[in-house]
């Protein structure tokens, strides 16, 4: 069974930085997507960024990019979120997901999700 576990969210002020880390087990990622979306109160899941697990290749949503930074760990089976320059719009419950076809930007590609962890940037 997946078990995916996030950590590292928090409270920031806007312009500061958080690093999320979202820990994988229960079998092999190499073939796989990680992604990691976010849910603001009263919205739907929105795409952040993606990496594949086998050659790092990253994508991410235009509202993040130049900001976030996705990466991973293989040997720790660890896949990061670096959140630099953060605003309050990035306010959110961030998740990590993984999959191994589909859309990556697509939440119904996606069928094992870790819990969350809450993001909260002040102005």
């Known amino acids: 069974q997946v078990h995916l576990v996030e950590s590292g969210g928090g409270l920031a002020q806007a312009g500061g930085s958080l690093r999320l880390s979202c820990a994988a087990s229960?079998?092999?990622?190499?073939?796989?997507?990680m992604g990691w979306f976010r849910q603001a109160p009263g919205k739907e899941h929105e795409f952040v960024a993606a990496?594949?697990?086998?050659?790092?290749?990253?994508y991410y949503a235009d509202s993040v990019k130049g900001r976030f930074t996705v990466s991973r760990d293989s040997a720790k089976n660890t896949v990061y979120l670096q959140m630099n320059a953060m605003k309050p719009e990035d306010t959110a419950v961030y998740y990590c997901?993984?999959?191994?076809?589909?859309?990556?930007?697509?939440?119904?590609?996606?069928?094992?999700w870790g819990q969350g962890t809450q993001v909260t940037v002040s102005s």
């Open positions: 997901a993984t999959t191994a076809s589909g859309s990556i930007r697509a939440v119904r590609s996606y069928a094992d």
């Open positions: 229960g079998r092999t990622f190499s073939n796989d997507y």
């Open positions: 990496i594949t697990w086998s050659d790092g290749s990253t």
